[in-house]
Nanobody, 125 residues
Framework: QVQVEERGGGSVPAGGSLRLSCALSGRTYGNYAMAWFRQPLGKEREFVAG????????KYAYSVKGRFTISKDNAKDTAFLQMNSLEPEDTAVYYC??????????????????WGQGTQVTVSS
């Protein structure tokens, strides 16, 4: 099996920055497309950012475009989410997901078969 572990969550004031990491481990092979989703308390999980298997293409939710940057290190099976200019509305549990599907960035929960347990990001006003 493939394990997924997110790190880097925490509490920051509005306008601050955080850098999340997502590491794959276990029986990994080849390159993985990876994505970040988030789920505010009491709301549905939503797509935040995604990156294709070799990191050529990325896609962002409109609400975070220009503030968040997704990247990956294929040699380490790790993805990152650099979050700048954080807003209270960004407060949520952030989940990392992965798959080995070809093509463009997938934005649906059902497109991913490997998931982490999530890491809490809290932005105070």
């Amino acid at each position: 099996q493939v394990q997924v572990e997110e790190r880097g969550g925490g509490s920051v004031p509005a306008g601050g920055s955080l850098r999340l990491s997502c590491a794959l481990s276990g029986r990994t092979y080849g390159n993985y497309a990876m994505a970040w989703f988030r789920q505010p308390l009491g709301k549905e999980r939503e797509f935040v950012a995604g990156i294709t298997r070799i990191g050529r293409d990325t896609k962002y939710a409109y609400s975070v475009k220009g503030r968040f940057t997704i990247s990956k290190d294929n040699a380490k099976d790790t993805a990152f989410l650099q979050m700048n200019s954080l807003e209270p509305e960004d407060t949520a549990v952030y989940y990392c997901a992965a798959n080995q599907l070809p093509g463009t960035v997938r934005i649906r929960i059902q497109d991913y078969n490997y998931w982490g347990q999530g890491t809490q990001v809290t932005v105070s006003s």
